[in-house]
């Protein structure tokens, strides 16, 4: 059964601190995985892409990483700003099925001043 | 640039009563459209999508259904509606292989 799985399921940290998100997936055959943010009461809103040949890529403060071979990947947030508060969304899709997206369940940020 | 609209925002209805929720989008065109129900602790679920006017894919049973009549036109109805259809639902367009751009929701309570 395809799945994807995030953690923590929540974070709390300091303003300037930085963070690192994890997703795990079983999802196959893999076409790409997505990272979202979602603020509150607001849809998701597309962050940056990985496909199966790129290891890194970043987004400004936004970093992220995957293992292919591990099917791990994480989000990094650097110097953290208060704005950086909402749902973290890790979505891979797959090539076939129905729902080719996978949806996590997300890791909520809290950036406290 | 391309934007999606949702409405309403929130919605407060009886069990057993209709639904209809509707989504637009601009600046685009034959766009594949979704519709996602969101619920607490869990990840998305799609619930239908369209490649095009009147086709409708879904493959979860419900007691919803959706319609496109205009290209850029998905709507989300319900002929009664049930305590469990209560959550955020989210309607989405996207090219092929590119982003889903979501709107922002609709918070459905049923009462």
């Known amino acids: 059964k395809n799945q994807v799985e995030q953690s923590p399921q929540s974070l709390i940290i300091l303003e300037g601190k930085n963070c690192t998100l994890q997703?795990?997936?079983?999802?196959?055959?893999?076409?790409?995985l997505r990272w979202y943010k979602q603020d509150t009461g607001r849809g998701p809103v597309s962050l940056t892409i990985m496909t199966f040949s790129e290891n890194t890529k970043s987004n400004g403060r936004y970093t992220a990483t995957l293992d292919a071979d591990t099917k791990q990947s994480s989000l990094h947030i650097t110097a953290s700003q208060l704005s950086d508060s909402a749902s973290y969304i890790c979505?891979?899709?797959?090539?076939?099925?129905?729902?080719?997206?996978?949806f996590g369940t997300g890791t909520r940020l809290l950036v406290s001043p | 640039s391309q934007t999606i609209h949702q409405w309403p925002a929130t919605l407060v209805q009886p069990v057993g009563s209709p639904l209809s929720l509707e989504c637009t989008v601009e600046g685009t065109s034959n766009p594949n459209l979704y519709w996602y129900r969101q619920a607490a602790g869990r990840g998305l679920q799609l619930l239908f999508y369209s490649v095009g006017i009147g086709q409708i894919s879904s493959e979860v049973p419900q007691n919803l259904s959706a319609s496109r009549p205009q290209d850029r036109q998905f709507i989300l109805s319900s002929k009664k509606l049930l305590l469990s259809d209560s959550g955020f639902y989210l309607c989405a367009w996207a090219r092929t292989e590119g982003p889903q751009h979501f709107g922002d929701g609709t918070r459905l309570s049923i009462l």
């Open positions: 979505v891979v899709r797959a090539q076939t099925g129905f729902q080719k997206l996978v």
């Open positions: 997703c795990n997936y079983t999802v196959s055959p893999f076409s790409n």
